[in-house]
Structures are given as structure tokens and as C-alpha cells.
């Protein structure tokens, strides 16, 4: 059942076969993410359960536990993950973890770097979903951390130790968590402690206890991310360490790239050595464009810090770009009041300034974002999908449309194109099982949730469609546009109903999106290039092939007027 490797030092990096090829762009994917033990068990007979279901109230101690998804699951589930349009899969982690921690479903408390945790699989299983995705044309990226280490190790005594800002040094050392308790700790096995074998010195870890002011940056460097144990990546060894076993993952799994967490919590120079070390091998290997993106929880300045290669350098501020791309919390803090008409559009546009304010080419500055509307982890309370106390769904789909439209690499979270609504005080109300288990979504247990036909599902795979046939989706220029209900006098709309219209720009090629946000119908005149268009031609919508919208002239502004029923939507272009 694979390999166990206990040292980075026995890792053979070299390759026997040719590996499956980066894309060329990462603009060009739809990035599907999932909660592997949240997705998808082989062993369930999905025929034997209904779409349909009927909710009860679910025991939330039963969330917290393991509910048996497994990579098996996902490779079975290939064909529905690309029938949304998604041609890349981000998996949450798949390493070991403590064994016996029940709550440590999410993957993010790491026992063993090099092994793939028995509750979702083997390293067969991996290898064997990343050969299936691959022969399909779709990409795997793995969530990885090196921030931190699971709950390995405990301080001395039996309490809890947290940060002291004035302490004198680290703390002490106290003892290496074993499993069973009762195993002589004389002699460490597969179970006790971390593996690889290199993380077992105290040294490795700051021991400054945990984190009890989260604004605090020196704490969030420093400290424990709650019981989880801060690594010192400062250390040329613990740094080597963890570069060498994710380059193992790549040798010997043939992954696309990785999703890095918690970067804020890094110090910048550790996170930039990292990436830049990972990408080196990959390109050795003949991976010429691995993907690593990160979570940065903050606005566009902090996040500029860490991508853009062609990014402004603000002031003297000492920069160590690494990244790829981050995720784009940014939009993620607006766009959702924005679709659904409780903060008004300038909300959204003000947003992208920074891309002419940080990147000397805005229209590249897509590449630097992974977009989002729902996911696992979220900063704000309640925890809560965009659907969470919403039964207007096709508000989901303009959410996912504005993805698929705008600038940046979209993705989407398992379940929101099936309208999984979970929210609570707790994050487990946002990790619902697709398949079933104790814990499944609405409410209920054991009915599956990977229904094709769902009108989400459907109205999102013909928009991730489009995108992937138009370029001017994927790298275009994007400017919203102003609307006017005569089409005499034109202004961006001041209020949530509305018309929400862009345009993406590729060289000659304008696509103009409109999102009707209102609950009324609505018939608005929307500003298109003048430059590109001539009054008395015709853009086609393509999401209805039969409507064609006439382009007009008042003065010397071009428009099309643009009918639209409520919470639908238009893609327009020229033909």
C-alpha cells in the first residue's frame, strides 16, 4: 500500500516516465475544490439514493467526525466534475494526519508529510485519480502546509500555552504525542509524533504557544495556529525538509500544482524560497507552468506583496513575489451583497483600481487571482454558503457567471452548483457531505447530491462553456459599463437593481456581460466600445443564439438596449 518513508534523505527525485504538461495559461481552468472526506465514497451505491430529500435535524457532533469520503469517490465523480465545465480539481489535503483525532477530517493538522492518510485512501488510489483526470485533460492541485504541523507534540504540563510577547525565548519542550498513549516513547513509531523523521527535534518549532490576537502580525507569524504547532521555517533544515517532501508528491504523484495555506502566518522570504525552489524542480521535470497559488486573507496591497511579477513596488517596502496567484478574498468580501442587491455595483468596481493601481498591466492581472463565492474557511460569522438563507437560485448563478465572465481564474466550491445552502456559528455547516453520510446537505442523511439536471448545475456548465471557447473571457480587459433606461444620458447605476454590465476586451474582440440583479424585468441601454462597433450591427447573445440586439448611436456614445426578465443574464458578442 505505497510507500513509508521515514527521511527526506531516502526520496528518489528522479523521473522514469514523462509527466503530463502545465497549461500553458492557468486562466484557461475552472477549478473545481472539494472536501475530500466531504465528496464522494466509492463504497456507497449512489443508485440505491434519491436527489430528492427530506430534511431532520442532524446531530452537529456528527460534523465534526470523519464521514468516509475518499479519493476512490473523486475518481468516480471525474465525469460529473467535468460536465460543470471544471477541468481542474483542488483537493484538500490528503496527508496523514493524527490518527486519533476524530475532528481532523479537513486534512490540516499533518502527522506524516509523506504519506496519504488511510481514511481517504493510498497512495495507489492518488496516483490513480491523478492518471484519470489527466487522461480527461483536467489538472489535481493539492493543498499543502508548511506553516505548521499537526497537534504532534504537547508543552509541559497539562495546559495550554499562549503567546507571550515579552517571553524570553521559546518555550520548553515538553513530549512527543504517542498513539496509543501507552507506547514506550523510547522508540517512535508510524503513529507517534511527525514523520518525516527531520521534524523530530524541538528545534524545528518557535514554541511561542498560541495565537491570542489574530492582528497582531508578530503573533501570526510566530505563534501556534491554535493547537496546531508553528514550524520555524526561518531554518535552512525545516525549510529543505518540507521542500523536498512536497517535491516528493510531485515525482511521484504527477500533480499540476499546489494550493498553499495560511500564507500570512509565513514569514515572506520563507513562503518566496519555497515557491521559487518547487517551481525550479517542476520545471526539470518538464512541468514548465506548476501552479501555486495561496490563502491571503487581506486587501489587494497586503496580497500584492506576495504575487505579480509584473506588480509596482510601492514605496521601499521589501517585496519577495513567490505566488502565482492568490485567492481573491478581496472581491469575495463584496461581490456577494453586490449580486444580490444589498450594496450598491461602485462597491464592485472600486475594487479593481487596484489593478490599475498595482500592476503595470492591468489586463494581465487576472492571472494573480483564484475568484470565489463560497468556501471552507471563511472570516466571517456566521459561517455561511452564498445560498445560506436564500431561495432565490438563480442568484447563485449570476454569482457564478460573474466568475466565469470576469477577470481571474475562477472556482467553485463543491456543492454550490447543486445550491447547498449551509450556514451556522460553526464551520462544519459549510462542509456537508455530497454523498450522504451523517451529515449531509439540507439537512439531511444519506441521499446523494450529484444531480446533472439540476438547473444550477446545467446554467453553469453552459456559461463555463462559453468562457472556455471565447479568449476574451479568459484574458480580456474588463470595464463595467455604463447604462442609461432612454439612451440618452448614461451613468454607472448608483443602486442595487440594476443592470450590472462589463465588457472583456481582446484585441478587436469586445464580449459584453449583463446580469440583470433586479427582481423586475428590466430593458437598459449599456455603453459598448465605439471603436470596435459601428451603429446598424448586430451582437448575438450567446447563451440564446436566437437574440440579436441591435447596436445604436446617441451622439457619440454606442449601445445596444438589452431586455432582460429578472436575475437572468446576456452574453453579447459581435457576429
Same mark, same amino acid.
Given at each position: 500500500?505505497?510507500?513509508?518513508?521515514?527521511?527526506?534523505?531516502?526520496?528518489?527525485?528522479?523521473? %522514469?516516465?514523462?509527466?503530463?504538461?502545465?497549461?500553458?495559461? +492557468?486562466?484557461?481552468?475552472?477549478?473545481?475544490?472539494?472536501?475530500?472526506?466531504?465528496?464522494?465514497?466509492?463504497?456507497?451505491?449512489?443508485?440505491?439514493?434519491?436527489?430528492?430529500?427530506? @430534511?431532520?435535524?442532524?446531530?452537529?457532533? %456528527?460534523?465534526?467526525?470523519?464521514?468516509?469520503?475518499?479519493?476512490?469517490?473523486?475518481?468516480?465523480?471525474?465525469?460529473?466534475?467535468?460536465?460543470?465545465?471544471?477541468?481542474?480539481?483542488?483537493?484538500?489535503?490528503?496527508?496523514?494526519?493524527?490518527?486519533?483525532?476524530?475532528? @481532523?477530517?479537513h486534512g490540516y493538522g499533518i502527522q506524516d508529510f509523506l504519506r496519504v492518510d488511510e481514511r481517504f485512501g493510498s497512495l495507489e488510489d492518488l496516483q490513480e485519480l491523478v492518471k484519470e483526470a489527466h487522461s480527461r485533460d483536467m489538472y489535481v492541485i493539492l493543498d499543502i502546509i508548511i506553516n505548521h504541523t499537526g497537534d504532534n507534540w504537547s508543552y509541559p504540563g497539562s495546559y495550554p500555552y499562549y503567546y507571550w510577547k515579552d517571553a524570553p525565548g521559546?518555550?520548553?519542550?515538553?513530549?512527543?504525542?504517542?498513539?496509543?498513549?501507552?507506547?514506550?516513547?523510547?522508540?517512535?513509531?508510524?503513529?507517534?509524533?511527525? +514523520?518525516?523523521?527531520?521534524?523530530?527535534?524541538?528545534?524545528?518549532?518557535?514554541?511561542?504557544?498560541?495565537? $491570542?490576537?489574530?492582528?497582531?502580525?508578530?503573533?501570526?507569524?510566530?505563534?501556534?495556529?491554535?493547537?496546531?504547532?508553528?514550524?520555524?521555517?526561518?531554518?535552512?533544515?525545516? &525549510?529543505?525538509?518540507?521542500?523536498?517532501?512536497?517535491?516528493?508528491?510531485?515525482?511521484?504523484?504527477?500533480?499540476?500544482?499546489?494550493?498553499?495555506?495560511?500564507?500570512?502566518?509565513?514569514?515572506?522570504?520563507?513562503?518566496? *524560497?519555497?515557491?521559487?525552489?518547487?517551481?525550479?524542480?517542476?520545471?526539470?521535470?518538464?512541468?514548465?507552468?506548476?501552479?501555486?497559488?495561496?490563502?491571503?486573507?487581506?486587501?489587494?496591497?497586503?496580497?500584492?506583496?506576495?504575487?505579480?511579477?509584473?506588480?509596482?513596488?510601492?514605496?521601499?517596502?521589501?517585496?519577495?513575489?513567490?505566488?502565482?496567484?492568490?485567492?481573491?478574498?478581496?472581491?469575495?468580501?463584496?461581490?456577494? =451583497?453586490?449580486?444580490?442587491?444589498?450594496?450598491?455595483?461602485?462597491?464592485?468596481?472600486?475594487?479593481?483600481?487596484?489593478?490599475?493601481?498595482?500592476?503595470?498591466?492591468?489586463?494581465?492581472?487576472?492571472?494573480?487571482?483564484?475568484?470565489?463565492?463560497?468556501?471552507?474557511?471563511?472570516?466571517?460569522?456566521?459561517?455561511?454558503?452564498?445560498?445560506?438563507?436564500?431561495?432565490?437560485?438563480?442568484?447563485?448563478?449570476?454569482?457564478?457567471?460573474?466568475?466565469?465572465?470576469?477577470?481571474?481564474?475562477?472556482?467553485?466550491?463543491?456543492?454550490?452548483?447543486?445550491?447547498?445552502?449551509?450556514?451556522?456559528?460553526?464551520?462544519?455547516?459549510?462542509?456537508?457531505?455530497?454523498?450522504?453520510?451523517? +451529515?449531509?446537505?439540507?439537512? $439531511?442523511?444519506?441521499?446523494?447530491?450529484?444531480?446533472?439536471?439540476?438547473?444550477?448545475?446545467?446554467?453553469?456548465?453552459?456559461?463555463?462553456?462559453?468562457?472556455?471557447?471565447?479568449?476574451?473571457?479568459?484574458?480580456?480587459?474588463?470595464?463595467?459599463?455604463?447604462?442609461?433606461? $432612454?439612451?440618452?444620458?448614461?451613468?454607472?447605476?448608483?443602486?442595487?437593481?440594476?443592470?450590472?454590465?462589463?465588457?472583456?476586451? &481582446?484585441?478587436?474582440? =469586445?464580449?459584453?456581460?449583463?446580469?440583470?440583479?433586479? @427582481?423586475?424585468?428590466?430593458?437598459?441601454? *449599456?455603453?459598448?466600445?465605439?471603436?470596435?462597433?459601428?451603429?446598424? %450591427?448586430?451582437?448575438?447573445?450567446? &447563451?440564446?443564439?436566437?437574440?440579436?440586439?441591435?447596436?445604436? %448611436?446617441?451622439?457619440? $456614445?454606442?449601445?445596444?438596449?438589452? @431586455?432582460?426578465?429578472?436575475?437572468?443574464?446576456?452574453?453579447?458578442?459581435?457576429?
Open positions: 500500500m505505497g510507500e513509508n518513508i521515514q527521511s527526506v534523505k531516502d526520496i528518489n527525485f528522479d523521473i %522514469q516516465n514523462s509527466v503530463f504538461p502545465s497549461p500553458s495559461d +492557468w486562466r484557461d481552468v475552472f477549478i473545481y475544490f472539494l472536501l475530500v472526506d466531504r465528496f464522494d465514497n466509492n463504497a456507497v451505491d449512489t443508485e440505491a439514493y434519491s436527489s430528492s430529500s427530506e @430534511s431532520q435535524e442532524l446531530d452537529i457532533s %456528527q460534523g465534526k467526525k470523519f464521514q468516509g469520503g475518499n479519493i476512490k469517490g473523486i475518481t468516480r465523480r471525474l465525469d460529473y466534475i467535468k460536465g460543470l465545465g471544471a477541468n481542474a480539481i483542488w483537493l484538500s489535503p490528503v496527508f496523514r494526519n493524527r490518527q486519533e483525532k476524530e475532528d @481532523s477530517y521559546p518555550f520548553d519542550f515538553g513530549k512527543w504525542r504517542t498513539f496509543p498513549t501507552d507506547n514506550d516513547q523510547n522508540i517512535i513509531g508510524e503513529n507517534d509524533a511527525v +514523520w518525516p523523521e527531520e521534524l523530530q527535534d524541538p528545534e524545528c518549532y518557535k514554541r511561542r504557544g498560541q495565537i $491570542t490576537d489574530w492582528n497582531d502580525n508578530e503573533q501570526a507569524v510566530n505563534g501556534d495556529f491554535f493547537t496546531l504547532k508553528e514550524l520555524d521555517v526561518r531554518r535552512y533544515d525545516v &525549510l529543505d525538509t518540507l521542500i523536498k517532501a512536497y517535491k516528493y508528491w510531485i515525482k511521484t504523484t504527477d500533480i499540476d500544482g499546489f494550493r498553499m495555506d495560511t500564507v500570512k502566518h509565513l514569514e515572506s522570504s520563507s513562503t518566496a *524560497i519555497f515557491c521559487n525552489a518547487i517551481k525550479e524542480y517542476a520545471k526539470s521535470i518538464g512541468k514548465h507552468n506548476f501552479f501555486i497559488f495561496g490563502e491571503i486573507v487581506g486587501d489587494d496591497t497586503t496580497i500584492q506583496q506576495y504575487i505579480g511579477r509584473n506588480s509596482r513596488i510601492p514605496g521601499t517596502n521589501e517585496r519577495f513575489p513567490s505566488l502565482d496567484a492568490a485567492l481573491d478574498f478581496p472581491l469575495y468580501f463584496v461581490l456577494e =451583497e453586490v449580486i444580490k442587491g444589498f450594496n450598491e455595483p461602485s462597491v464592485l468596481r472600486n475594487r479593481y483600481d487596484a489593478f490599475r493601481n498595482l500592476y503595470t498591466d492591468h489586463g494581465e492581472a487576472g492571472r494573480y487571482f483564484v475568484t470565489f463565492v463560497d468556501n471552507h474557511d471563511q472570516m466571517i460569522r456566521p459561517y455561511r454558503r452564498f445560498m445560506y438563507g436564500n431561495t432565490i437560485h438563480q442568484q447563485v448563478v449570476l454569482a457564478m457567471t460573474y466568475l466565469l465572465t470576469s477577470q481571474g481564474i475562477p472556482c467553485i466550491y463543491y456543492g454550490t452548483e447543486q445550491g447547498f445552502d449551509g450556514g451556522g456559528e460553526d464551520d462544519v455547516y459549510i462542509r456537508e457531505c455530497m454523498f450522504g453520510g451523517e +451529515w449531509g446537505a439540507f439537512g $439531511t442523511k444519506g441521499y446523494h447530491f450529484f444531480n446533472p439536471d439540476n438547473p444550477i448545475y446545467k446554467d453553469i456548465s453552459r456559461v463555463a462553456g462559453i468562457r472556455l471557447s471565447e479568449p476574451a473571457l479568459r484574458y480580456g480587459r474588463q470595464y463595467f459599463r455604463q447604462t442609461s433606461e $432612454t439612451g440618452k444620458e448614461f451613468s454607472h447605476p448608483s443602486t442595487g437593481n440594476c443592470i450590472l454590465a462589463y465588457s472583456r476586451i &481582446l484585441d478587436t474582440t =469586445e464580449i459584453l456581460v449583463a446580469l440583470n440583479l433586479d @427582481s423586475e424585468s428590466r430593458s437598459d441601454c *449599456i455603453v459598448v466600445d465605439s471603436n470596435l462597433h459601428s451603429a446598424g %450591427q448586430k451582437m448575438k447573445d450567446l &447563451l440564446h443564439s436566437d437574440n440579436e440586439y441591435l447596436i445604436e %448611436q446617441s451622439d457619440s $456614445t454606442m449601445f445596444v438596449k438589452v @431586455s432582460l426578465e429578472p436575475y437572468s443574464m446576456a452574453i453579447l458578442k459581435q457576429g
